[in-house]
């Protein structure tokens, strides 16, 4: 894992080896200075001489300059470094997930792709950055205390080598209880951020619903369900500390017993057994820092396999070596023997042995019931989602041999959800070409009938668009779509329900402005009201995953007994009205 995250320390690797120096510095540099206060002790105040004291105490106060500059410098370096690490981190998960699927973000869901992307790459942050400073300071500080404490007195040493065996135990059976924990998590840090996004998503729903109360309910159990695991692994990091102190003061209290009695027979000096305690509280000081390391990158490898899981995702659709970028040139289309698994399942299909023809330039109309895989049939034109069985093909040519670019930048579709962005009309329009000019905006917005609405508003074109498109209406974000999938000049247009917050008079308005505009284009409609696609070349009639039926509007309402009910039930309302 760590190996995966390596290329994203790029042109940031000498901040970090700045910083290691410097840490190297800051630490010999600290070690040295109980070693001459010994001297002040045991020289300077013993024989009473004061240029001693002077001497060596100005060499400390040096020493204690210059590890505090590097100190400094290391602690802005690590920054640096941490900083950069995560920016391109960030970046790359930003860019990997931009190549999934719909089935590969199925495979995480949005919330935790979120979490991932912002509170696991903090922790992986913050672990680098502690890594940086004290991955080399604290072994540096335990080797050279090691090194003097042994040179004033090896016997005492042999004290704190009992110690560091049973530390190390405790630390590993903290390791290993907490992991699991740990992980379990962020697992539920999932579940808040799903809440939060769904509530805030759909705040006006909630509002209209009145229910504010349940969705309250809702994120107690989410949050309560975060507290209780972060309190479940904190149970199992929170030994970590008495354990490392009780080991601490253990060492200080038996090197002051034994230590006292050296000093009592004359074998050891008072200097030495200060600066000797001194030592071993670094040493000691070391080992919690190597601990708090321990703790960091325990909760770290969670949030570290989290992330690598995301860069090493299999995309399932992407260009093979022979992927051709040739363009679409005509628009026919072809689906020969296609089924479909969202689960890739041949025992779970949505969709089941399709085999069916669509000229190039005709108007395809669509009418089926909620759930008979409509949106899906045309979700494996473009790519959306790759056939479980069969093929594909545009111009004669399976999907897969085309390059995802050419065939998405040759198929303009209108999803079921109408997305928008925060930004002007202009920006929002020119998705479909960022090249367009305003003129052509205007053309495909009277073509969408869009234009008269977008006139009204004080602004026209430059409106701004809020987030999602919240300060328009639905049947305005409808056409505002449209206007912008026709922008790209695509082969084939696929409109998926997109006329279904307009009223009858618009959309009739509409399918008019398509037919005398859109000559040549194959298009493909997917409509509840039969009107939307009366006037269709053909209608394709979809049941439970198979095309029930294939006919005109005139055939298909003589003879096929789904088309019939829609019809009747449609035409009843109308008459009512």
């Known amino acids: 894992m760590i190996k995966a995250l390596k290329p994203y320390l790029k042109g940031y690797g000498k901040y970090a080896l700045l910083c290691m120096l410097a840490m190297i510095v800051e630490a010999v540099l600290e070690m040295m200075l109980p070693f001459l206060m010994s001297k002040i002790i045991d020289v300077g105040v013993a024989n009473s001489d004061l240029s001693y004291v002077l001497k060596i105490g100005g060499t400390m106060l040096g020493m204690a300059l210059i590890s505090l500059i590097a100190g400094a410098i290391g602690s802005r370096y690590s920054s640096v470094a941490g900083m950069g690490f995560g920016s391109q981190l960030r970046k790359a998960l930003f860019d990997k997930i931009q190549t999934f699927s719909f089935s590969n973000i199925d495979h995480f869901s949005t919330a935790s792709l979120v979490t991932r992307s912002t509170a696991d790459v903090n922790n992986i942050q913050n672990m680098f950055m502690m890594l ?45 209880l907490a992991f699991p924990r740990f992980e379990a998590m962020l697992e539920k840090y999932d579940g808040l951020n799903a809440s939060t996004q769904e509530n805030l998503t759909a705040i006006r729903v909630v509002k209209a619903f009145v229910r504010s109360a349940y969705e309250k309910a809702k994120f107690k159990l989410s949050n309560d369900a975060l507290m209780d695991a972060s309190i479940k692994a904190e149970k199992i990091i929170i030994f970590n500390m008495p354990v490392m102190q009780l080991s601490t003061y253990t060492c200080v209290v038996l090197i002051l017993w034994f230590g006292g009695e050296l000093v009592m027979e004359g074998t050891m000096l008072t200097g030495e057994l200060m600066s000797f305690i001194t030592y071993i509280n670094q040493i000691l000081m070391s080992m919690m820092m190597l601990s ?45 023997d296609v089924s479909f698994s969202y689960k890739n399942d041949p025992n779970s299909l949505v969709l089941e042995n399709i085999n069916v023809k669509i000229k190039a330039g005709e108007t395809i109309g669509i009418i089926g019931g909620t759930g008979s895989s409509k949106s899906t049939f045309v979700q494996l034109i473009p790519r959306l989602y790759d056939v479980t069985e069969g093929s594909v093909l545009i111009d004669g040519r399976n999907v897969k041999d085309i390059q995802v670019e050419t065939l998405r930048n040759s198929v303009s579709m209108v999803l079921q959800k109408n997305v928008l962005f925060s930004g002007t009309i202009l920006e929002n329009l020119r998705w479909g070409d960022q090249e367009a000019t305003k003129e052509q905006c205007i053309e495909a917005c009277k073509v969408a009938n869009a234009h008269d609405f977008i006139m009204g508003f004080p602004d026209g074109y430059d409106t701004y668009i809020e987030q999602g498109g919240t300060n328009v209406s639905g049947g305005q974000k409808q056409r505002l779509c449209i206007a912008r999938a026709l922008l790209k000049h695509p082969k084939i247009l696929i409109l998926d329900d997109s006329t279904s917050a307009v009223d009858t008079a618009t959309d009739a308005s509409i399918r008019k402005e398509l037919r005398e505009n859109l000559k040549g284009m194959t298009t493909i409609i997917i409509a509840q009201r039969i009107s939307s696609v009366q006037d269709a070349d053909r209608i394709f009639v979809f049941d439970e995953g198979k095309i029930n039926d294939i006919g005109t509007h005139d055939e298909l309402l003589g003879r096929n007994p789904i088309y019939q009910e829609v019809y009747r039930s449609q035409m009843k309302g109308v008459v009512s009205e």
Request: glycine share 4%.
């Open 132 to 176: 940086n400073r004290m991955a080399i300071r604290s072994p540096i500080m335990f080797i050279t205390a090691m090194i003097l404490a042994t040179n004033i007195n090896a016997e005492l040493v042999m004290i704190f080598l009992v110690v560091v065996p049973i530390l190390g135990i405790a630390l590993f059976l903290i390791v290993k």
């Open 292 to 336: 708090m390391i321990f703790v960091n990158v325990l909760i770290s490898s969670a949030s570290l396999k989290r992330i690598v899981e995301v860069l090493e995702e299999d995309i399932d659709i992407k260009d093979g070596e022979a992927s051709s970028a040739f363009p679409v040139q005509n628009g026919s289309i072809e689906f020969k």
